[in-house]
């Protein structure tokens, strides 16, 4: 068992995990010129597109605007795989679709050289209920006469640092909560669909209709309300459509408080990525397989660089933990891989599995009968 222990110990270094933050999907190419040379200009074309999605994902837009983007013959060595999505093709004409995926190391050391802070923690998933109001005031959230619902759910999945998931809405996503019941945020209620859906936060997302002015243009004034481990969050913002056309202001909608949640979460957990501070922990076990479980959920920590096992016994170990950004960001990331750590007195520090991995803020002792219906709409 002793020798079990310290083999793993050893180990205990981070694996490279492959993030989402370093895809890109969906990338469109159009380009004409010579046949036998379209579809390498058109990868090309790309894959350098597709840089630029990434860093724009983890980097501030300020800060890239001073940067010079690498070669392509140096951009395409930073390439793990591609996928062609789509393509179709003609005499002159090339039209396609990408994914790239990247590796890590290339980018992370780029933006390192040019002095630029960036974000690689990953948010747990979270859960959007649209509520839509309409221009009389009348509020929805379930069922096929919600609009905001549909596009949210006709809305592709986006590589980025929050994966935002849209309910099923089905018979115990109707019981478990109203729209009235969402907007006024009873936290049982979001509780009950956070476990069912095992996501981190729950964003309630009301997009309220405003009448047509005179000249025809429409106003879809947005609300969001999260709710997780960081309490409530706040965000209001509105898109406008000059046409009046509701379905494209509803997209726009959709488009809006994705991008605010993402750039909000990615300021929040900008590093400094020639800057590291180094802590030492005690993990505390029982067994095996309770230390294989902690260092997973380590190796799921993006901004711990290293890992340095200083004593082993079979009750517990300390490691000295050497990682990017403050104290903050450091604890935020171990709590999105559901690890905590506690002050044990003088200076120590305790590192554990969180409890109820994976509920909102830490989970709810009770929730409501999903077998029953919520109140009225």
Not at 236 to 246: A, F, L, N, R, Y
Not at 294 to 299: D, G, I, N, P
Request: charged share 20%.
């Amino acid at each position: 068992m002793a020798v079990a222990f310290g083999a793993i110990g050893l180990a205990a270094a981070p694996a490279e995990a492959q993030q989402n933050v370093y895809v890109a999907a969906g990338i469109p190419v159009d380009i004409t010129g010579d046949l036998a040379t379209l579809r390498e200009k058109a990868m090309l074309q790309a894959q350098r597109e597709g840089l630029q999605k990434v860093l724009s994902t983890i980097a501030s837009a300020e800060d890239l605007k001073s940067i010079t983007l690498p070669g392509d013959d140096e951009i395409t060595s930073w390439v793990q795989d591609f996928e062609i999505e789509e393509e179709k093709t003609s005499a002159s004409r090339y039209i396609g679709r990408f994914t790239f995926r990247f590796m890590a190391d290339p980018i992370r050391q780029f933006l390192s050289q040019q002095g630029i802070a960036y974000a690689e923690t990953e948010s747990k998933a979270v859960l959007v209920l649209p509520v839509y109001t309409t221009e009389t005031g009348d509020t929805e959230l379930w069922g096929p006469t919600n609009p905001w619902f549909a596009a949210w759910a006709s809305r592709q999945q986006q590589p980025g640092l929050v994966p935002i998931k849209t309910p099923v809405g089905d018979l115990p996503d109707t019981n478990a909560i109203s729209a009235t019941q969402a907007l006024a945020g009873d936290k049982v209620r979001i509780q009950a669909l956070a476990d069912r859906y095992a996501v981190g936060d729950v964003m309630v997302a009301e997009a309220a209709l405003q009448p047509p002015s005179p000249d025809g243009k429409r106003v879809l004034a947005l609300t969001v309300a999260s709710y997780g481990a960081d309490n409530v969050q706040n965000l209001k913002d509105q898109v406008v459509s000059d046409t009046g056309d509701v379905d494209q202001l509803l997209h726009d909608g959709v488009e809006r408080i994705a991008e605010l949640v993402q750039n909000s979460w990615k300021l929040e957990n900008l590093v400094d990525p020639n800057s590291r501070a180094t802590v030492q922990v005690h993990v505390p076990f029982t067994s095996l397989s309770q230390w294989v479980a902690v260092k997973r959920h380590l190796a799921q920590v993006n901004l711990i660089k290293s890992v340095n096992l200083t004593r082993l016994a079979r009750n517990g170990a300390d490691i000295e933990l050497t990682y990017l950004g403050d104290e903050v960001q450091f604890i935020r990331a171990l709590n999105q891989a559901d690890l905590m750590i506690t002050s044990s007195g003088e200076g120590l520090q305790t590192m554990t599995l969180a409890p109820g991995g994976g509920t909102m803020g830490g989970g709810m002792q009770t929730s409501p009968d999903l077998t029953q219906p919520a109140a009225p709409q």
